[in-house]
């Protein structure tokens, strides 16, 4: 069933976390990883200064805010339910104008993720992930969703291949238009 208006998602449960819309309060938690050098490493942005880091959430929460039935951009507090500490955090959009290189459908959504490298290994970002990927094809009702990842990061890429991701699109160091001028590869899942 498709989204119909701009309510605000329900949290997700998953077997061992929470997903759950990111709010004002969250700033504080996620500065502990957003501004981790070895957690944005092969991020678009590095590590972020508080200021940076409250007005990436501010801009996150007004989009949302912003979001309705045909267009939407979500950020997602990704926690652990045993303990309700946040450990990473998700994003899923969809956008009319989506950012260079490379155009994508409208019934398509895009989705990212990061997590604390802390919990790095422990098949945490493959279930946030999971249920994100669920999310889009059931309740947004997106056709195809993408994921870029820059070449090097491996578990990333592993991650998206084991959630039935494939390569669609390479872009060179030349066609960088953002972060940190390395080769990536945009990847596809289509409904089915």
Same mark, same amino acid.
């Given at each position: 069933?498709?989204? @119909?208006?701009?309510?605000?998602? +329900?949290?997700?449960?998953?077997? =061992? ?7 004002? %309060? %969250? #700033?504080? #938690?996620?500065?502990?990883?957003? #501004? &981790? ?7 678009? &942005? ?14 996150? $929460? @007004?989009?949302?805010?912003?979001? @309705?039935?045909?267009?939407? &951009? ?11 500490? +946040?450990?990473? *955090?998700?994003?899923?959009?969809? @956008?009319? /104008? ?15 993720? +990061?997590?604390?490298?802390?919990? &790095?290994? $422990? ?15 059931? +309740? ?10 820059? /070449?090097?990061?491996?578990?990333? =890429? =592993? !991650? !998206? /291949? ?27 899942? *289509?409904?089915?």
């Amino acid at each position: 069933m498709a989204a @119909t208006g701009n309510d605000t998602p +329900v949290p997700l449960l998953t077997e =061992r976390l929470l997903l759950r819309p990111l709010t004002a %309060d %969250d #700033a504080s #938690a996620l500065l502990r990883f957003r #501004a &981790h050098p070895a957690a944005t490493r092969y991020l678009s &942005h590095g590590p972020l200064t508080p200021a940076q880091n409250r007005a990436r959430l501010e801009q996150a $929460l @007004t989009a949302a805010a912003a979001s @309705t039935a045909e267009w939407f &951009h979500f950020g997602w507090a990704i926690e652990l339910r045993a303990t309700g500490e +946040v450990v990473g *955090d998700g994003r899923t959009w969809n @956008t009319e /104008e989506p950012p260079a290189p490379g155009r994508i459908p409208a019934a398509s959504a895009s989705l990212g993720y +990061v997590l604390h490298p802390d919990h &790095h290994g $422990l098949g945490l970002g493959r279930e946030a992930a999971g249920a994100l990927v669920d999310w889009l094809f059931t +309740v947004r009702g997106s056709e195809t969703i993408f994921a870029g990842v820059y /070449e090097p990061n491996l578990p990333s =890429r =592993r !991650l !998206l /291949e084991g959630l039935g991701f494939q390569k669609d699109r390479f872009f060179p160091v030349a066609e960088a238009t953002a972060g940190k001028q390395l080769p990536s590869w945009r990847y596809r899942l *289509d409904r089915g």
